[in-house]
Every structure is written in structure tokens, then in C-alpha cells.
């Protein structure tokens, strides 16, 4: 009798594990807030606020769309960083063009794509320039950085964002091929979807990275269990912040999913950089 209650509790326990993992956590976006310790970028940004934003993977506006351009909107941020997947995969670029259609920032806002965004080589050219033409779009205001660097003024100085490609996008597009030097180049903060380029960095530049695509794993497990499993970038970085030499990288996990539109103990987030 004791046992059929233990399994009865058990059977229950699952399914309650279900159903919160698939309809009620994947839609609870949590908002993170983090201050980089960071005297180049502090001395240039001191009092701004920067969102980053991950891994949006949008089949349409839906409501958790709606619901992180009111958090957007709430936050008033002085810059917008956007690190990467924006589409299923496959899937139509559509939605993902009228999401960035509709954010902006005081100071202006930066991205790079990840992996997701070439699954169709033709189409991920949309984020950039207009169809058939090589004119900037005019459908949004977010600079994309394909292995590149821009300079950005503001009445305290100027600072640099650089965007890194993701480690497999230059076998899929025909896209910039070095990535750019960043070694003494003051305050920076570098776009990178994979964390897996906070590797590359030496320990003394004094860069601020943003970075996505684990997802935080979708489910919370312990490190050592994603290095059996064979992810290297959860076992390494699956989410927050990390700490090397001078430099610190933030990966966040992602506001949307990947494969199943599940989550638990593993919430999707939106993160705010203080300067």
C-alpha cells in the first residue's frame, strides 16, 4: 500500500513538472539586472541602462512577444543588444522583422546573428538590406555587426560595440572572415551569440561580452552533467556572469526555445546592464 502511494506522489510530482514546464515558466520572463564592473565603460556610459536580449526564436507576434516589448518599452533603455537566433529554424523571418521594427533606444541599438538566423542563407540577408537591393533596410533601426566594429559618441565619449559572427556562420554565408581585434581598444562591449568566443579574449582588454544561444540549458542541470552530455558551452557558460582577468561576460538565457517550448527552474530572461 505504502509503495502504490510513493509511485501515486511520484506520477504526480511529473506530471505537475509537465504541465509547469510546458504551459506556465517558458512565458514567465524574468528581468535580470546586472552591474559590469568596468571603469572604461562606466566612465563613458556612468548612469546608462543597456537590455540585452537573446534568443528570441519567433514563429509570430505572439503574446510573450507583446509581453517583452512592454518590458522594453517599461525600461526606457539608453541602448538595446541583441545577441542572436531570432527565428525557428527555417522559419519565416517575418515575425522577427516587425519585432525589431518595433524596439528602440535613447542611444541606438546593436545585434549579431546566430546560427538560427542562416538557416535560410537567402533570407537572413532581410535583417540587414532590402530585399533584392543592397540598400540598408529601412524596416528597423538595429544595426546588425557581422565581424565588425562601430563607434558610437555620446556627450561623455565614445565606446565601441563589436560584433562577432557565430563560430559556423562563415561556413553558411558568405560573410566577413576575420573577426576584428579588440585587444587595447578601450571601452567595448562585444556582441557574440556563441559564449564559447570569451575563450579568445587574453584576460587583460577590459571587455564587457553579451552573449546567448545556450538557452540556459532549457532545464537546470549541473555542470558536470552537461560535459557528460557533451554541451561544452553549458558545461562552460550556461547562464550569468562570468568573471576572466579584466574582462566579464553576461549570457543570458534567452527569451524564446529551441526544439521543444519547454523550460524548468530555468525561466526565459531579459537582462539590464547599470553603467
Known sequence: ??????????????????????????????????????????????????VHISDLHLADLDAQAAKLLEIINNLKPDLIFLTGDYVPWKGSYEPALEFLA????????????GDYD???????????????????????????????????????GTFQIVGVEHESDSRTVDGP?????????????????SPLRF?????????????????????????????LLGYEKNAKYSQGLFTKGNNQMYVSRGVGTSHVRFRLMCRPEVAVAHF
Open 177 to 193: 572572415g576575420k573577426r576584428p581585434n579588440v585587444a587595447g581598444a578601450g571601452a567595448s562591449i562585444v556582441l557574440s551569440h
Open 118 to 156: 542562416y538557416s535560410n542563407d537567402r533570407k537572413s540577408c532581410l535583417f540587414c538590406h532590402e530585399a533584392g537591393t543592397g540598400q540598408p533596410t529601412k524596416r528597423h533601426r538595429v544595426k546588425f555587426l557581422r565581424n565588425s566594429i562601430e563607434q558610437a559618441s555620446i556627450e561623455a
Open 199 to 227: 575563450d579568445e579574449l587574453t584576460g587583460d582588454e577590459g571587455i564587457l561580452v553579451l552573449s546567448g544561444d545556450t538557452h540556459g540549458g532549457q532545464i537546470w542541470l549541473p555542470n558536470w552533467l552537461w560535459s
Open 1 to 50: 500500500m505504502k509503495g502504490k502511494i510513493v509511485l501515486l506522489i511520484s506520477a504526480l510530482v511529473v506530471l505537475l513538472a509537465v504541465f509547469y514546464g510546458f504551459w506556465i515558466e517558458p512565458y514567465q520572463i524574468e528581468i535580470n539586472h546586472l552591474y559590469p564592473d568596468n571603469p572604461s565603460l562606466k566612465k563613458v556610459l556612468s548612469g546608462k541602462t543597456a
Open 102 to 113: 518595433k524596439i528602440e533606444a535613447g542611444i541606438g541599438a546593436w545585434a549579431v546573428m
